[in-house]
């Protein structure tokens, strides 16, 4: 599996991003995804994840209410929304497919200005 990151980038506080994955995969994409993000000198943290079937969701506490996850198996893409945007938003954003072992994108900048 490889994931291909595109979105991100630069709005001010209280604006929106959307960040896209593309998953090249020969398979039906039975596996968990979705969204990591890490900040200078933070570690890395689960932002959303979208279960296998889509069905299962997980929000950090932080982002619910303001950020989505959706998947489209056909196109074999995942989403994140991301409306209300604070400066602590401002990370390298990264596409991750629970595969064995993980498989993780390139990373995508989001940058929040107050």
């Known amino acids: 599996v490889q994931l291909v990151e595109s979105g991100g980038g630069l709005v001010q506080a209280g604006g929106s991003l959307n960040v896209s994955c593309v998953a090249f995969?020969?398979?039906?994409?039975?596996?968990?995804m979705g969204w990591y993000r890490q900040s200078p000198g933070k570690g890395r943290e689960a932002v959303a994840i979208s279960g296998w079937d889509g069905e299962r969701i997980i929000y950090l506490d932080s982002v619910k209410g303001r950020f989505t996850i959706s998947r489209d198996f056909t196109k074999k893409t995942v989403h994140l929304q991301m409306n209300s945007l604070e400066p602590e938003g401002t990370a390298t954003y990264y596409c991750?497919?629970?595969?064995?072992?993980?498989?993780w994108g390139q990373g995508i900048q989001v940058a929040v200005s107050s």
């Open positions: 991750c497919a629970d595969t064995s072992p993980r498989t």
């Open positions: 995969d020969d398979g039906s994409m039975v596996y968990d």
